[in-house]
């Protein structure tokens, strides 16, 4: 296992590029499965999670070749139904969430699909629910070995209906969508996600021979085709990778450029930034940020504390609460941070108070930050990154903190960001990736 040793006060001066979109890579790459045609899809980011994704594809029998750095050709002619019910396939799905969304396709193009409790962050209750109830609605049988944690559907016969998702979910609206666009008849559904990578899943799938209309919205319509063909597609920007670097700039008080940022998607983001007294100009599609040495969080209208709270698109993603929050720390005023969806993405911030930050954890879904204004620099620390999201903002807190911090786990973070000491380093920041074993060995932590 590796650690990050991170070597604060260091400004970041230059321009840096989004990778592609970790959770629309996530949905893409299962969709390969609906076709027996080749799909080819660019712009595909060289993390942990889609690394894993891909591999998971090529042992399900998927023909997998990687054209250039970043461009794949997949081919899913057959699959390996035996493999599926190998302990390897159950251990690789248990290693990403994004592994929940290869059922959707396997039952619209096979009838049947399975697929292990699936993985992912750590960050609260993460239920199923809405993905079960949806491709029952679409005629599929449900099963769940509880013992073995695994999920079976079977369903030869597909038809369209109507129906009203419990709650607006993101891979759920995916896996539903994938299991309707080759039902009989029409499917309706409505209280469905809408988030720009949902957009993109639905265009691709519109390119393939779909007939999916309502997109962008929350009711979408989907009239059921025969087969699907192959296609090409190109994954957007990360937004989030986008928003943690707006971060990063700010709270190290660096003059930075986010190149290609795709604007018009980003949605309420750059906004939430603004609220926070960060200033940023939006140059063509990418964005500046000045460096500023003060940055002073609004109130609202009525001088009441500020509250940033997430919401389903076009709310605010809940995957960047956790670097508003370290933001928040050298920002001048208060702010609450509300993380409604889940219930253990906020104890991260015993580090950040350790590190002399002003925080006070209410709740599990809330806390309140003072910010220090750059009157008081963070202290660097040895820590451990939680989860993917909590993990930058911990990589950010040392970045700008006094002194060389430890950051362990950053498999967490490699999950979601591509090479991201040596794109910080290349920057200006200091981060230097050990390995753990050696870090011990030289008594270095
Ligand atoms: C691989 C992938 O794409 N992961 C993303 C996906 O996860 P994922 O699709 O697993 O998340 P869901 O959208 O299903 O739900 C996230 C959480 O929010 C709750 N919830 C959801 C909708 C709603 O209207 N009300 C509500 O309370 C759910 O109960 C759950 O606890 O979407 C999440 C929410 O944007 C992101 O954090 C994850 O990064
Ligand atoms: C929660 C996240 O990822 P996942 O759903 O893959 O665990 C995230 O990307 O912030």
């Known amino acids: 296992m590796a650690i990050f040793k991170v070597e604060g006060g260091h400004r970041l001066h230059g321009a840096i590029t989004p990778q592609g979109a970790k959770n629309e890579a996530l949905q893409i790459l299962c969709a390969t499965l609906l076709t027996p045609q080749r799909v080819v899809v660019r712009n595909i980011p060289r993390i942990l999670d889609v690394m894993q994704l891909i591999e998971l594809l090529r042992r399900m029998g998927v023909v997998v070749e990687q054209l250039a750095e970043d461009a794949y050709a997949f081919c899913a002619r057959d699959i390996d139904f035996e493999y599926l019910q190998s302990d390897d396939y159950r251990q690789r799905c248990t290693r990403l969430r994004g592994s929940v969304m290869l059922i959707g396709p396997m039952l619209a193009r096979f009838g049947v699909g399975y697929i292990p409790k699936p993985g992912g962050d750590k960050i609260g209750r993460r ?28 369903g030869r016969e597909l038809r369209g209906t109507y129906m009203l998702l419990d709650e607006a979910s993101v891979t759920g609206t995916a896996n539903i969508i994938m299991a309707a666009v080759m039902a009989r008849g029409f499917t309706t559904i409505y209280n469905a996600a809408c988030e720009p990578y949902i957009q993109q899943l639905c265009k691709m799938l519109n ?14 319509t989907i009239e059921g085709v025969g087969e699907l063909g192959g296609t ?4 957007l920007p990360d937004m989030i990778e986008v928003g943690s670097f707006i971060g990063m700039a700010a709270m190290n008080r660096s003059e930075l450029t986010i190149r290609n940022v795709s604007f018009e998607n980003l949605g309420i983001i750059p906004a939430q930034f603004a609220r926070m007294g960060i200033r940023f100009e939006q140059r063509g599609d990418d964005i500046y940020i000045p460096q500023q040495d003060h940055y002073s969080i609004e109130t609202f209208l009525d001088g009441s504390i500020m509250n940033i709270a997430d919401a389903p698109w076009p709310g605010l993603t809940p995957d960047l609460l956790s670097i508003f929050l370290v933001v928040a720390t050298q920002a001048k005023g208060a702010v609450l941070i509300h993380q409604k969806m ?36 963070l202290r660097a620390t040895r820590m451990t990154s939680p989860d993917i999201r909590a993990g930058v903002a911990l990589l950010i807190a040392a970045m700008s903190a006094e002194g060389v911090s430890t950051i362990q786990n950053i498999d967490q973070i490699d999950r979601g960001y591509k090479d991201i000491d040596a794109r910080l380093n290349a920057l200006g920041a200091r981060i230097t990736r050990v390995d753990e074993c050696d870090s011990l060995k030289t008594g270095g932590l």
């Open 232 to 235: 090409e597609h190109t994954l």
């Open 127 to 154: 239920r199923l629910d809405t993905h079960f109830i949806g491709f029952q609605k679409l005629g599929a049988k449900f099963n769940f070995d509880v013992a073995d944690e695994f999920f079976m559907v079977e």
């Open 342 to 377: 889940f219930e253990s993405r906020l104890f991260f911030v015993d580090k950040l108070i350790d590190m002399g930050a002003q925080i006070i954890l209410c709740d599990p879904h809330r806390a309140t930050v003072i910010g220090h204004d750059h009157q008081m620099r």
């Open 207 to 220: 390119r393939m021979g779909a007939r999916i209309s309502g997109i962008a919205s929350n009711l979408l």
